[in-house]
Every structure is written in structure tokens, then in C-alpha cells.
């Protein structure tokens, strides 16, 4: 705690001077610390003695003028307020310092503490706002005291404005969990460690409290081990030293809950016992109890029990009217819901999900929109339970609305990742209710419904770069803001990579004051340019009819939505439409895992893969095509479905494939497709790298014999250059690709598992930096038309709900690429050369790009009809995604010729024998 018992006698032996007699002085100062130490004897024990003692300094203070006292006294109540959770105390003490400090503005200005108090009341506000869920006030307030103090820094010299300072950046960090961003809040967490550790012998109870918020972002994130592993690390500090009961009981819960999840009820059953000493009927936190109880209880599968609890927890939070203002109590109702329902209890469920509901709307802060999405969520699977679907419609709709306005908030990609996979079973409820709607009624409009749905749930954050292109080039945005946006993009790049590789506490700091730079920077941009904006953040999605009229008459597209319980799947030509519905259980996924297996082992048995790929056919595109005429299939897939390679699957159970009647393209989303179609490049350049490889470069990359004659090849078909060995460099990537409409990379591609965006592509080694990272692609801007991805699992990386894999293919997107031919496994280099020969070959004749990679694929396999290179490893591993259009070159006007003067010659064959006949 803090104590200035020496600064303010001075401040009484200067007020009173001669005036008053010495014992006076110290009859004041001796009773003020006295009543200030019982209140800290009672500060976390027994709030009400504590309020008591707070209450006589702010009297003494009071009546002898003494300011400093005034201050302290009602700061430090409303600290312990914020423990106990009495927001009406803080509420009145604000009041209070606001009126002080309006009145005695002259006089705060000499005395010694002015800029703890100054900060220390703005960082009180922030904590009545944050318990009021106001998090945009609360980040306001907070962020107030983080820049005060980085602006000064010789008041880093005071450690109770360390304290401060360090208090304010953790809350800022839990305000970003709470709304679900929480690499921002890691960031935070992380700059609060770096200045702790900056200080020797530093208050531990600092870096302990960050080592359990940690833990609740582990948890949240369901790194259930790990999370625990985090509060144990420092749980014996708060019971053995700070002897802090609210810590000790949220530490515990948290504890429980990783246990449960973990499915180790015995465990958390231990840990509640644990519990028990910390509780008493009294305690602010009696409700966490209850609620760890009720979470043991329907582990178990005990429904009354679990019931009791809960309904406990709910009585004690309306016997606090606080609990409403806070959003306890919704919760309260949320969790009652949620257990109704895994009890198969849906209208119970529905009438606590409508409880809550209303509990939010009653609290007079702005609502907590994560919160209300999250309700939201439950409550469209409760309706649907009960065939509610009309209802259920409106709410996800309620819900969409929320997650568009959210979106534009989650300024860093990874949280907004996270906010979408957790809003994907919204989608999912809306699907299954306009399925089961068109089941009973056969609507037509309820297809175009659904579709809008799965469609919404798909690449939002690839449409955000691209259309974040297209605004910068519309909203007259000045150049010197763009080139600073470029400068802070980069240099986040060139800091993210360097940290990939090693640990650096400076190049930490720099990152994270690098990453807040940026972030102001756009957060300027999106304000000043409202077409910026407006453009950045359309959430429009192209209309089913709309794409009816896009697509070309020989095509239908499919779009799959991968779901928890079930998968849909839309077919779309001109003039047709339907649904399907495939329930989802563990067999269909691990048949799908085993077929992607076999096809990138070349070892594999071909007649049980062709068997196997035989079954995914007839559940997953059979229903989808029997009744469609058009060869060429455009593929959206989603889940597990982005590993299928379409072409490969056997239509027969028998050698005999897809690839060789239909032909086949994938995309991200329709409205990404219209996107690609826009303004495409008519560049017809080819720009080939074949780097060479020996095994002793850095990464140990081995040669590729073939590589030098893929590339070459292609320049038969395009004009353009071939770069190898020493010339097939990355810095002549980086100064050349941007001439060419055509990028063929016949080289290594490394998938990192861990870091997806550290996947990269191998250029020629030259003791420089030779690779390209999926995160560097994010910085290019370029207009491609063509990008091919000879190189082994280039398509492939972290597979992400809507995102697909973010990988070196998603990452071309990223730059501006229209189509991207690429990999989904460790590919053979001999049948590589020969099939992207193949595919260059008839894209020169004016092929668009996925019939010449059909034609590519089915002739390869003609040839090798009766040898092992046969098998679907060799040959489907290849994909073509994007805008198909074909590429218009120079030899497509010598074809053309070569074909018309053919058909003159035979034309006049045929006229000169039939006149002499």
C-alpha cells in the first residue's frame, strides 16, 4: 500500500506553521495514519470496516483542508470498492474528486503528488467504466494514464506511478479479451512484463497477476493444459503472501473449468473442495462457487443438481443490483440455458437465453456486443431445437448485423480469425432453418437464403485486404499516408520475421510500438476517408441471382458450408438452383483424412483409394451433379473439403475420374470470384524462377532436376524471361515480378504447421535472404493474372473456418493475384515439368486456365495409363483457383490462323469435289 506520512506532515507543518501548537500537528498526522492503516488492515477482509476508516481520514481531511488526505483517502476506497464490486461507492467518490478537484485547481497545482492523484483519478474512472462494461470509456481513461506517463517519463521514477501506469496497460489488455481480441491483449500483457522486467526487485505480484490473465486467453483460446499450468505457476503467491481470497477463488474456477474441459471431472471436483476454505455466505465472490459447482454437477450428468446450483447463483445476483449493470446476471441466465440444453432441455433453455436478453437491454451502459453476439448464438440453436425457424432467422440475422459491426474493430487478423470461427455456428443455425423451412415449404427463395448465409461465413478477411486495395485507390487517400502505411507494414513484417527465429526484448517493444502506430494510423484513415471506410468494410455479398447472371452458360458452381452437425451444399447454374443437406459424424471426416492420406502417398493402394474416393464422390458431388449438364464445376469448399483435390475422386469405384468428364476450379467465395473478375490483367508475360538447390544451404533444400527445364519450357508458349540459379534470386522477385502478368515458381515450398504465415517459398541461395514468407505477400501490390505454385504444398497451411488454408496461395491473393495455380502435397518433380508444360502448352492456345490444367491432368494420366505413375498422387495434387479467363498471347493468333486456314483448305477440298463430281 501506499503511505506519504513524511510528505504530508511537512504539508501540515507548512499550512499550520506557528499557528497551531506542535502537539496539534502531530495529533492530526498520528490519528490520519492510524485510521489509514486499519483500512488497509481491512481492504480485501471486511469492506465495510475498511469503508469505515476511509470514511474518518476523508472527515479529518476534510476538516483540517488537507487535500492530499482528501485524494488518497477517496481513491483508495474506491479501489477496494472495485474489489467488492460496490460500483456506487466509486461513483459517488468520482463525484467527489471532480468536485476537488474543479475547486481547488490553483492548490493541486503546488503539491508535490499532482501527477499520481491527477493520473490515479482518471485510472479510478477507467475502472468504473470497465465494471459498467463500458469498454470504450474504460480504454479512453486508461489509455489517458498510459500516455501521460509515457510522455513523462521521469515519472516512471515514482514506482506508485509505475504501479499505475503498468495497472492501466493489464487493464487495457483485459478490455481486448473481453471483446474477444486477444493478440492485442497478449501484446499488452507482454509490453507490461518487458517493464517489469526492466525493474530490479519490481512488486512480483504485478507479473503474477499477468501470468493468470494470461491463462484466461490460453483458456478462451482452448489451451486447456496450458492455461493451468499458468495459474499453478503462481496460485501459492496469493495464498501464501497476499492471502488475496478473490484471486485465490477466480484462480480455482479457472482451474476447474480447464479440468472439465479436459474431461477430468474427478480433478476439478478436487479443485472445488480447494475452493470451499476461501467461501463464506458473505464473500463478493459466494456466486463463482456455485457456478463451479453446477459446472461439476452436469459434467457428471446430474441435472438437478446442476440446476440447484445454477438457480443459487442466479438468487444471489438478484439480490445485487449491481449484477444488472455489470451483465452478471445475463450471464447467470446464459449459463442456466446452456445447461438446459445439454440436458436436451430446449424451452427451459430459451426462456433463460430470453431472460438474459432482457437483462442486457435493462443495463443502461451500451451493451457489450461480443456478449450479446455470443447470447445471440445459443439462442438460434434453442430455437432451432424447437423448430422455431422463422425466429430463429430473425435472431441470426440480429446476429450477423452485430458480427458486421464488430468486424471493423479487430484491427489485428489473428483476433479477427478468432471472432469469426466463434460466430461460425450463427451461420450454421441460419442454414439449418432455411433448410428445414424449404423442406416443408420448397420455396425457391429460401435457396437464395441459405446461400446468402454461407456465403457471409466465407474469406471475410481476403475480400477486407482486397477490397482494402480497391478503397485506398478510390478515396484519394494522399500518397505520403499511403507510403507511411506501406513504411509501418513492412517494417512489422521485417520485425514479426526476426522474432520468428529468435527471442529479442528490444525488437519486442519495437514491434508492439510499431503494431499501435499502425493501427493508430488506419484507425485515422478510417475516420478522415468514410469511403475508405465504406468501401473497406462492405459485408455485401453477391446475390444468388446476381451470380446466376455472372456465371458463363457451361458452368455451376457448388458451395459447400462445412458444419458442426451437418454440411450443405448449394449447386448454382444459369438457370437452376438446389440444396443439399449430408448429416456429419467422425466416420465422414476420417474417411475424408484417409483419402487425402492415400492420395499424397504414392505407396498407397490404388484400388482401396479409388474405393474410398468412390464414397466421398457418391456422398459429397454425385447428389450435387447428377442433374447438371455443365462440364465446368467451380468448387467452394469449406472444412475438410479444402484437402480433397475434386478431380481425383473415382466416379466409378475404378480407375476412371472426375477430371476426365468435368472440369474443375475451386474459389474462396463467390463474391471473391466477381471480385477477381474485375479489371483483370492482360499482361501476357511470363516470368519463370527456377532456383537451384544442393542440401547444404541453410534449410537444407534438395536439388530439383527437372525445375530448369519446367521453367524453360514454358517459354515455347510465352513471352518472357527465365530466371535460374544465381539469377533466381528473391531480390529480383521483388524488383522484376511486377512487369509480368505471368509468375511461374518452380521451386521449394515449406509449410510450417505452427506458424502458417512463416510457410514460405524458396528462392536461390546467395547468403542474403532467400525466402518469401506468406507474410511478406501481404505487402506487395501487384495486378497478376497468373500465378503458379509449382512447389510442394503450396495450397495447403492452417486450415481456418471460411478463411480455408492460410497459405503461400491465400497469400497471393493477398497481393493481388486473379488465379493461383498451386499444390496440396509434396508433389514429384519429373511429373510436375510434365504437367505444367502441358497446362502452359494450352493455355497458349486460349484455354481458359482450368480447362488447360484438365486437359493437362487427363492426358498425363492417358499416357501413364499402365505404369504407377497412374496413381492420383502424381498428377492431382495440382489445383487451379480464381478468375479462369483465358490468357490472351501472341501464339492464340497464330492457333487461330493455323485453324481457320485449315478449315478453308478442307472447305475448298470439299467444293472443288463436289463440282467435279
Known amino acids: 500500500m501506499r503511505y506519504y506520512y513524511p ?7 507548512t499550512f499550520y506553521g506557528n499557528a497551531q501548537e506542535d502537539f496539534l500537528i502531530d495529533e492530526i498526522g498520528n490519528s490520519l495514519n492510524e485510521d489509514f492503516g486499519k483500512a488497509y488492515q481491512y481492504y480485501y477482509s471486511h469492506k465495510d470496516s475498511a469503508y469505515f476508516y476511509f470514511n474518518r481520514v476523508k472527515q479529518t481531511a476534510n476538516k483540517y483542508h488537507i487535500i492530499e488526505y482528501q485524494l488518497e483517502a477517496l481513491i483508495r476506497e474506491s479501489w477496494a470498492a472495485n474489489f467488492h464490486n460496490d460500483l456506487y461507492i466509486i461513483k459517488k467518490n468520482i463525484q467527489q474528486l471532480d468536485s476537488i478537484q474543479f475547486n481547488n485547481k490553483k492548490e493541486l497545482d503546488t503539491i508535490y503528488l499532482k501527477n499520481y492523484y491527477s493520473s490515479s483519478i482518471t485510472y479510478t474512472k477507467g475502472l468504473y467504466e470497465y465494471d459498467l462494461n463500458n469498454y470504450k470509456s474504460a480504454l479512453n481513461y486508461f489509455n489517458e494514464v498510459i500516455r501521460t506517463c509515457e510522455e513523462n517519463q521521469n515519472y516512471f521514477q515514482d514506482p506508485e506511478i509505475l504501479k499505475l501506469y503498468l495497472s492501466a496497460t493489464t487493464f487495457v489488455g483485459k478490455l481486448y479479451v473481453n471483446e474477444g481480441k486477444y493478440q492485442l491483449a497478449k501484446d499488452f500483457y507482454e509490453k507490461t512484463l518487458r517493464t517489469i522486467n526492466q525493474k530490479s526487485g519490481f512488486d512480483m505480484s504485478f507479473s503474477n497477476n499477468i501470468q493468470i ?15 493451468n499450468a499458468s495459474i499453478l505457476k503462481v496460485l501459492h503467491y496469493y495464498i501464501d503472501v497476499t492471502k488475496n481470497s478473490n484471486r485465490i477463488i477466480t484462480s480455482y474456477q479457472r482451474i476447474i473449468d480447464n479440468h472439465l474441459k479436459l474431461k477430468q471431472t474427478d480433478s476439478a471436483a478436487f479443485y472445488l473442495e480447494k475452493m470451499k476454505p476461501y467461501i463464506s455466505e458473505d464473500h463478493p465472490l459466494l456466486d463463482r462457487y456455485y457456478t463451479s459447482s453446477a459446472h461439476i454437477s452436469e459434467a457428471e ?36 440455458g446452456l445447461m438446459h440444453m445439454q440436458f436436451d432441455q430446449p424451452k427451459k433453455a430459451l426462456t433463460h437465453y430470453q431472460l438474459a436478453d432482457q437483462n442486457l437491454k435493462k443495463n443502461k451502459a451500451t451493451i457489450n456486443q461480443t456478449k450479446y453476439l ?48 466463434d460466430a461460425f455456428p450463427v451461420f450454421e443455425s441460419a442454414l439449418e432453418a432455411n433448410f428445414k423451412l424449404y423442406q416443408a415449404t420448397q420455396q425457391d427463395h429460401l435457396i437464395d437464403t441459405a446461400f446468402y448465409y454461407s456465403e457471409k461465413s466465407k474469406s471475410v478477411l481476403l475480400m477486407e485486404a482486397l477490397l482494402s486495395t480497391k478503397a485506398t485507390k478510390f478515396a484519394n487517400i494522399p500518397e505520403r499516408i499511403i507510403e507511411e502505411e506501406q513504411i509501418l507494414k513492412s517494417r512489422i513484417t521485417y520485425l514479426e520475421k526476426q522474432l520468428n527465429t ?5 525488437l519486442e517493444a519495437e514491434l508492439f510500438d510499431t503494431q499501435n502506430t499502425y493501427h493508430e494510423l488506419i484507425t485515422k484513415i478510417e475516420t478522415n476517408y468514410k469511403t475508405y471506410y465504406d468501401l473497406k468494410y462492405n459485408s455485401e455479398v453477391i446475390s444468388l441471382p446476381a451470380l446466376q447472371k455472372f456465371l458463363k452458360p457451361n458452368t455451376a458452381l457448388i458451395s459447400y458450408f462445412y458444419g458442426n452437425d451437418a454440411i450443405y451444399s448449394i ?16 466416420v465422414l471426416d476420417d474417411a475424408i483424412i484417409s483419402v487425402y492420406n492415400m492420395l499424397n502417398n504414392p505407396k498407397s493402394d490404388l484400388e482401396a483409394l479409388n474405393k474410398k474416393s468412390f464414397q466421398l464422390y457418391s456422398q459429397f458431388l454425385a447428389p450435387n451433379i447428377e442433374n447438371v449438364s455443365e462440364k465446368n464445376i467451380i468448387i467452394i469448399a469449406d472444412g475438410l473439403l479444402n484437402y480433397l483435390p475434386f478431380s481425383s475422386l473415382s466416379v466409378t469405384g475404378s480407375t476412371e475420374y472426375l477430371v476426365e468428364n468435368r472440369v474443375i476450379s475451386y474459389v474462396n467465395s463467390a463474391t471473391l470470384l466477381k471480385q477477381l473478375s474485375e479489371n483483370a490483367s492482360i499482361n501476357n508475360k511470363v516470368l519463370a524462377f527456377a532456383p537451384s538447390f544442393n542440401g547444404q544451404d541453410a534449410n537444407n533444400l534438395l536439388a530439383l532436376p527437372n525445375n530448369k527445364n519446367e521453367a524453360a519450357d514454358i517459354l515455347n508458349y510465352f513471352k518472357g524471361k527465365t530466371l535460374t540459379d544465381s539469377h533466381a534470386t528473391l531480390q529480383n522477385f521483388n ?22 504465415e512463416y510457410s514460405y517459398l524458396a528462392f536461390q541461395p546467395d547468403g542474403k535472404s532467400n525466402l518469401l514468407y506468406v507474410s511478406d505477400l501481404y505487402n506487395l501490390n501487384s495486378n497478376t493474372s497468373l500465378v503458379t505454385l509449382s512447389a510442394c504444398e503450396s495450397g495447403i497451411g492452417d486450415l481456418k473456418r471460411g478463411e480455408g488454408f492460410i497459405s503461400l496461395a491465400r497469400g497471393f491473393y493477398f497481393s493481388g493475384a486473379k488465379s493461383i495455380a498451386s499444390t496440396l502435397w509434396k508433389i514429384n518433380d519429373g511429373s510436375s515439368s510434365k504437367i505444367m508444360g502441358a497446362f502452359y502448352k494450352n493455355l497458349s492456345k486460349g484455354h481458359e486456365k482450368n480447362v488447360a490444367l484438365q486437359k493437362a491432368q487427363s492426358a498425363f494420366i492417358h499416357e501413364n495409363s499402365q505404369n504407377a505413375l497412374a496413381h492420383p498422387y502424381y498428377w492431382s495434387g495440382f489445383l487451379i483457383s480464381g478468375n479462369m479467363q483465358a490468357i490472351e498471347t501472341a501464339n492464340n493468333w497464330l492457333w487461330y490462323a493455323l485453324g481457320t486456314l485449315s478449315f478453308l483448305i478442307l472447305l475448298f477440298f470439299i467444293v472443288n469435289r463436289r463440282k467435279s463430281s
Open 7 to 13: 510528505l504530508i506532515f511537512l504539508v501540515l507543518t
Open 571 to 586: 449447386t448454382i447454374t444459369k438457370n437452376s438452383k438446389a440444396i443439399q443437406q449430408l448429416k456429419r459424424d467422425a
Open 735 to 756: 524488383t522484376e515480378s511486377a512487369d509480368f502478368g505471368l509468375l511461374h515458381f518452380a521451386t521449394h515450398a515449406i509449410l510450417d504447421d505452427e506458424n502458417p
Open 374 to 421: 455470443q447470447l445471440l448464438k445459443h439462442k438460434t440453436q434453442a430455437l432451432n431445437s424447437l423448430e422455431l425457424y422463422n425466429l430463429s432467422l430473425e435472431s441470426s440475422q440480429q446476429a450477423i448485423t452485430i458480427l458486421n459491426a464488430l468486424k471493423p474493430t479487430f484491427k489485428n487478423n489473428s483476433d479477427k480469425l478468432f471472432l469469426i470461427e
Open 213 to 227: 490473465l494470461l491463462a484466461d486467453i490460453y483458456q478462451k483460446e482452448g489451451l486447456f493444459e496450458k492455461a
Open 301 to 336: 450428468g446430474n441435472y438437478a443438481e446442476a440446476e440447484v446450483a445454477l438457480q443459487t447463483v442466479i438468487d444471489i445476483l438478484k439480490a445485487n443490483p449491481q449484477s444488472i449493470e455489470n451483465n452478471k446476471l445475463a450471464q447467470a441466465y446464459q449459463e442456466m
Open 502 to 506: 529468435s527471442k529479442n526484448t528490444d
